[in-house]
């Protein structure tokens, strides 16, 4: 199931700011290091919370069944897990996802960890939550090309989930109940680490070099996008801010809006975990971090950023990830006689 995917915005700048000026030294120099104060610290970034929300335990019981269960897919091939993988920090590292007939999506697939914090889903923005995000992947047929009927009546005729249904919403079955079900399980999937204990207070839990790249990524300005406990993913902003993008061929959130302004858009990624998400970028372009960062200093900074600068900030980048999330693949409840077979056509 993925959730298309848009450029990683290390860096970028809210459009009524000016970008500061290009560091005029050659690539190789050195950069004096800013200093790194506590109190811009605290006012850019907060600790991960335990969960984004406060879901029942039968609501993340079911939905963590239905995120691994393929039967979801037309084909009974594809889950939730096939394309945001979570013993790979929530993603397939791939350029694109194959989907249904090994169909190819067209943005980079994007972890689901600590999407919860996102002020909305998928890179362009088209989902308000993460319970419509969750509809999108199942009905689309370039990924797992279902349908609400087929849905329904896969769960319906297991009659483990009609009583998983019954337990965790008193309610029968339907194909909205299993989005809600699927976002509050992906609620919990957060991943507190050495940033989250630096925050709250632990100056030990940050090396010398990973500070300066803290301080360096609050100067340069990297948190007016990246910032709150995701290190981002609460707002949309231009790709290509002070010099184009490459490519112009993915319009970003206008094509969900048509609003001129909104033309190459996307909603800022999280930082959260960002060496371990590979390839970056809304096309998966690059696969290097440290080119990444280069790259969103000259489009998003309009700064040729020199090599000591490009250090700092991406050993401050690997400080952002957390311990791995421990989620076994449940065993899910048995198909019967009624439910629907896989379909490849």
Not at 206 to 229: M, S, W, Y
Request: with cysteine.
């Amino acid at each position: 199931m993925h959730a298309l995917s848009a450029a990683l915005a290390i860096g970028c700048r809210r459009e009524e700011r000016a970008a500061p000026k290009p560091v005029a030294a050659a690539p190789s120099a050195s950069v004096a290091a800013p200093a790194l104060v506590r109190a811009d610290v605290e006012t850019f970034f907060k600790p991960l919370p335990a969960s984004f929300g406060e879901p029942s335990a039968a609501k993340v019981k079911l939905g963590r069944a239905l995120y691994f269960d393929e039967r979801l897919s037309k084909n009974h091939d594809l889950s939730c897990n096939s394309c945001h993988d979570l013993a790979r920090f929530g993603v397939d590292g791939a350029r694109f996802s194959s989907g249904h007939r090994g169909q190819l999506g067209s943005r980079n697939s994007p972890t689901v960890l600590n999407a919860g914090d996102h002020v909305a889903q998928f890179w362009d923005g088209r989902a308000s939550d993460l319970e419509e995000q969750a509809k999108g992947p199942i009905l689309n047929p370039v990924e797992m090309a279902a349908s609400e009927p087929r849905v329904e009546a896969t769960l319906r005729s297991i009659p483990e989930y009609v009583l998983m249904f019954k337990e965790a919403f008193d309610a029968p079955i339907t194909f909205t109940r299993a989005a809600a079900a699927i976002a509050a399980f992906e609620r919990t999937l957060v991943t507190p680490g050495r940033f989250d204990n630096y925050l709250r207070g632990d100056e030990t839990a940050l090396n010398d070099l990973e500070k300066q790249g803290l301080a360096r990524f609050i100067k340069l300005g990297c948190v007016t996008c990246h910032n709150g406990p995701a290190v981002g993913g609460g707002t949309f902003q231009k790709l290509g801010l002070q010099k184009p993008w490459p490519s112009d061929k993915d319009l970003g959130r206008f094509v969900v809006t048509k609003d001129p302004d909104d033309r190459m858009k996307f909603r800022v990624p999280s930082l959260r975990n960002v060496d371990q998400t590979a390839p970056y970028f809304h096309d998966g372009s690059e696969s290097r971090l440290d080119e990444a960062v280069r790259k969103m200093g000259y489009h998003q900074l309009g700064l040729e950023l020199q090599a000591d600068e490009v250090s700092a900030l991406v050993a401050f980048l690997h400080a952002l990830t957390g311990a791995p999330v421990k989620v076994d693949a449940p065993t899910l409840p048995k198909s019967t006689a009624g439910t629907p077979k896989p379909d490849p056509t």
